[in-house]
């Protein structure tokens, strides 16, 4: 009887190089660790200047300060990984903001506007298509990009202009994922519910009302840890997910599927 072979898990993503923006907290940071402890070299890409090498160094990778929504950088950030590493496998293109200014339509103005969209949007058109000038060369890759819940729902606690961004992520995600598929590519949206990361606690500490109303819908009862969001990053980074492309993968404790939540 032949032996089933052993597949050491642990080390799925070994030889990969992933480029990470936003890397230097929240899911970006957790992800960082995720795909390191997974056998990947790490590029952190993020406008901190000091929690951005220090997560680099936490991961043994290497660390480029770039503005994403700078066509030079961002190039620059996917060149250096590849020069450094050689290669660039694995793109996570997750960089965003969501300001206090951008709220309801009718209190959002035309420069809050332009700031989520040229940071949450902009940044991923720009980073993908760096990520796939490398990837088209090598035949392969796996791009992941940052979307979120509320790119397939409407939300009355409106932020108009992150979730007219995140839309824009979503659909562009899927045009990419079945644009280069046959070209070893794999392009998908992750799309988060709500995280318990900084940048949300800080929205809601101002507001609890406000989080009392989304909490409420969620059927697991609570925000996702980063950690959670980082291990379906890796999965879509790895050959487990390798007949998985254009796909909207939520991640968000059954809110898209709920009409009545559990008591």
């Known amino acids: 009887m032949t032996a089933i072979p052993r597949i050491d898990l642990t080390q799925r993503l070994a030889g990969r190089v992933a480029v990470i923006t936003g890397g230097a907290s ?22 901190d200047a000091t929690a951005g090498p220090a997560a680099a160094e936490l991961v043994g990778g290497l660390f480029v300060q770039v ?7 961002v190039n620059m950030l ?21 300001p206090p200014d951008d709220d309801s339509i009718e209190t959002t103005e035309l420069p809050a506007w332009q700031k989520v969209q040229d940071v949450n949007l902009k940044s ?29 729902l409407g939300s009355a606690t409106s932020q108009i202009s992150y979730t007219a961004s995140k839309g824009g992520v979503l ?4 045009e ?9 590519i794999r392009v998908n949206a992750l799309c988060p519910g709500p995280v318990n990361t900084p940048l949300l606690q800080e929205l809601f500490a101002s507001d609890p009302e406000r989080a009392q109303r989304r909490l409420v819908h969620v059927p697991v009862g609570r925000f996702a840890e980063p950690e959670e969001l980082a291990a379906a990053v890796a999965f879509l980074a790895s050959d487990d997910a390798s007949f998985i492309t254009g796909s909207t993968f939520l ?6 599927s709920a009409y009545v939540t559990p008591l």
Do not use: P, W
């Open 176 to 184: 990419l994922g079945v644009q280069f598929a046959r070209q070893g």
């Open 78 to 98: 996917f060149d250096r990984a590849a020069e450094t590493y050689g290669s660039v496998d694995i793109a996570f293109n997750n960089a965003g903001i969501s």
């Open 251 to 256: 991640v968000d404790g059954g809110i898209s």
């Open 26 to 47: 929240g899911i970006g940071l957790a992800t960082a660790k995720r795909l390191a402890a997974e056998g990947a070299t790490v590029v952190i890409g993020d406008m």
């Open 124 to 152: 991923v058109y720009l980073c993908s298509r760096a990520a796939l000038r490398h990837m088209v060369a090598q035949g392969r890759g796996s791009i992941i990009n940052t979307a979120s819940f509320v790119a397939v």
């Open 171 to 174: 659909a562009m995600s899927r």
């Open 67 to 73: 503005d994403v929504t700078d066509e030079a950088q």
